[in-house]
């Protein structure tokens, strides 16, 4: 298969973060001010230690879709974030998501049935993007007319990645979100249903309701993390596995080791390479001093490949254990949504590969990573099976 590079969003950034952990494992970057973490202990720390390093997002006046986030509960601390946490954690509990397996085995069967007598299709397109997309809209109770629109936000938010102000584009479609989910709050206000949004319009925290501004980050944030990490959960996937001889056919003889090979995947190629932070007061990150107040990037996509904390780290292994990657965050801020995107990715998996025989990435396949410094996962994903 043919990998299109691309310098701001490389295929393979890890042998750059290899480099970076031998040479500058804490790096100060002069154009944008920011610090940059690379290895595992220091990563781990970093997202950890929140009295230090803490989630607020930097400036006032946050622009784009910064807005949104400005009061989400990734960008909250203490005491603020284990109250709003409290909230939503009851919607992803083991057994919330557990009951949820039926409708996306329902959803995955449907979406392979109109592809598996092909014998080849973009799996991006035609599975990976549309599952976990409806199934955060079902959640969240957005018809299905709006789902389009919901996946157009979602992937422009993703995109903005870099410091600094947004462009006219971006801060339209933060406009757009905003004035959406402003309407469908009021909506939900006056016809509550049985809907995630529902249920955190009638939350209360010591006697007080959401404000506007957080039902908005948690409709962001359910809107992101809903989709991407598990579309390029799935996506990268295939991607590992069809890299991996030998063990596609594995998987298909043993599909009980399937949970651990996506584990295996949630490390390889992290879906979410990098987390924000921001020092509350001076510190000291592997003997360099980082003033207060500084803007910090804790690489997680590189601690997954940190040679120090796994053995033969460069190598994919779905026998690796233990496997303690950073995939999904550490501390306070671990992923909530962590055991939805395991469970879509694992009955997607499942399907994909009793249901497309010699499943394999398309001869000659051009792969090209999205537009993103922090999410990594593949704009299309040509595949082939023997068709049915």
Known sequence: MDITQSAAYPLNPFPHYERMRAASPVFHDDQSGSWHVFR????QRVLSEHATFSSRMGGGNPSGSGQLFASSLITADPPRHRQ????????FTPKAVDALAPRIAELTDELLAGIEATGSADLIKELAYPLPVIVISE????PAEDRERFKHWSDVIVSQTQA??????DDATTAEMI??????????????????ISSLLSAEIDGQRLTVPELLGFCSLLLVAGNETTTNLIGN??????????????????????PQALEEVLRFRSPVQSMYRVTVAEATVAGQPIPAGAPLVAWIGSANRDGQQFERAAVFDIDRSPNRHLAFGHGIHFCVGAPLARLEA????????????????????ELERMESTIIYGLKALPATWQPA
Do not use: H, W
Not at 139 to 142: D, E, K, N, P, V
Not at 164 to 169: A, F, M, R
Not at 179 to 196: C, K, M, N, V
């Open 164 to 169: 600094g102000p947004g462009n006219g584009k």
């Open 237 to 258: 996937a295939v991607l590992c596995l069809a890299e991996s001889p030998g063990t596609l056919e594995r998987l298909l003889k043993e599909p009980a080791l399937i």
């Open 139 to 142: 959640l969240m109770g957005i």
């Open 179 to 196: 004035e959406y989910f402003l309407a469908l709050i009021a909506q939900r206000r006056s016809q509550p249903g049985e809907d995630l």
């Open 346 to 365: 694992r009955i997607a998996l499942e399907a994909l590969l009793s249901r497309l025989p010699g499943l394999s990435v398309a001869p000659g396949a």
């Open 40 to 43: 595992y202990d220091d990563v």
């Open 84 to 91: 709003l946490r409290s909230l939503v954690t009851q919607a």
